[in-house]
């Protein structure tokens, strides 16, 4: 008898745990989260950055420099997803993977790496062209931090 009176709620139980476990990037809340790597105020909507464990837990950084060097002392292994914000869209993020970096000393990030992400390598030449800097992959720019 409890058996069967305990089959709905063991579904609805794998259903929330289910939902719960969902890996998505949560919205970075501008002046309310703190940077996980230097403990500041995560401001800049053309700078900041975050990730998502493979188990949900959410990293948030006020800089991209700030994200990269978290990642250094980590193991890369169990993130899932990999965001930075769009320099040309501010607030809007975009794969850390797939975008385009520039170092320009002409563009202020706020840790002073003069670190900005773009959506495609066209976007970061256009800067580059009026700026100046060096462009980088998100491979490249691993190993340009790690060198350090």
Known sequence: MKSKLLKPFTGI???L???????????IEYGKDQCSFCKMN?????HAAQYVTSK????????IECMVNDLIE?????????????YGNPGEMIDATTAAFLIS??????????????????KAEELQQKHGG???TWETLKQKFSDK
């Open 105 to 122: 000393k002409e563009i202020k990030s706020p840790m002073g790496a003069n670190l900005s992400a773009f959506s495609s390598k066209n």
């Open 13 to 15: 139980f794998i259903l």
């Open 42 to 46: 995560v401001v800049d909507k053309t």
């Open 17 to 27: 745990l289910t939902i719960s476990c969902k890996v998505e990037p949560q919205p």
């Open 134 to 136: 060096a462009i980088y």
């Open 74 to 86: 980590k193991n890369e292994d169990n993130i899932a997803i990999l965001l930075v914000a769009n």
């Open 56 to 63: 949900g837990k959410q990293f948030k950084f006020d800089a």
